[in-house]
T-cell receptor, first 113, second 115 residues
């Protein structure tokens, strides 16, 4: 049972490049989400999914796309990277959206130059 | 809208002393409340949660938190701090009356425990 896995761990992009951050969970969780963590700002929700085929926007969705074709995978796509997207990105999953705690991946540290 | 406030950016305590990390919340309905801990270069780990029932909730590593509805607070406590408790702590809230509502995190409080 690997829990929540994220790849890559580190990434450097040039402005305008695109890339996909991968997230997978093996706990059969319905709810998955992407956050970004910036100093002094806590975690901010980018996108989330309550099940395969269902996604919705969080607090800071601009510049990011998601899809959820399977229960296990929830990739985050940066369409055209900008320096403002330099951050640490965390994927999380939970059994449902109610009283269940979220399990977090180890994070991806992204730098956009 | 739901929100969480962690009024202290940093809390310093000496090993062996009790510690408190403060959290207040705002929701339109009833809250689910959570505490998470983040060690350097790691993801967040779940510590404890309040869903319903007893206002004093016990969690991992000897931590506990008290839900106070009248003060809209959910402070994290530990009777005797350890140096290894030094980490970044996040409080989070979900409004249970909002259907598929999202989890809102506070900005985090850095706990520093000195030997």
């Amino acid at each position: 049972n690997a829990g929540v896995t994220q790849t890559p761990k580190f990434q450097v992009l040039k402005t305008g490049q695109s890339m996909t951050l991968q997230c997978a969970q093996d706990m059969n969780h319905e709810y998955m989400s992407w956050y970004r963590q910036d100093p002094g700002m806590g975690l901010r929700l980018i996108h989330y999914s309550v099940g395969a085929g269902i996604t919705d926007q969080g607090e800071v969705p601009n510049g990011y796309n998601v899809s959820r074709s399977t229960t296990e995978d929830f990739p985050l796509r940066l369409l055209s990277a900008a320096p403002s997207q330099t951050s640490v990105y965390f994927c999380a999953s939970s059994y449902s959206t109610q009283g269940y705690e979220q399990y977090f991946g180890p994070g991806t540290r992204l730098t956009v130059t | 809208a739901q929100s969480v406030a962690q009024p202290e950016d940093q809390v310093k305590v000496a090993e062996g002393n009790p510690l408190t990390v403060k959290c207040t919340y705002s929701v339109s309905g009833n809250p689910y409340l959570f505490w998470y801990v983040q060690y350097p270069n790691r993801g967040l780990q779940f510590l404890l949660k309040y869903i319903t029932g007893d206002n004093l909730v016990k969690g991992s590593y000897g931590f506990e938190a008290e839900f106070n509805k009248s003060q809209t607070s959910f402070h994290l406590k530990k009777p005797s701090a350890l140096v290894s408790d030094s980490a970044l702590y996040f409080c989070a809230v979900r409004d249970i009356t909002s259907g598929y509502s999202t989890l809102t995190f506070g900005k985090g409080t850095m706990l520093l425990v000195s030997p």
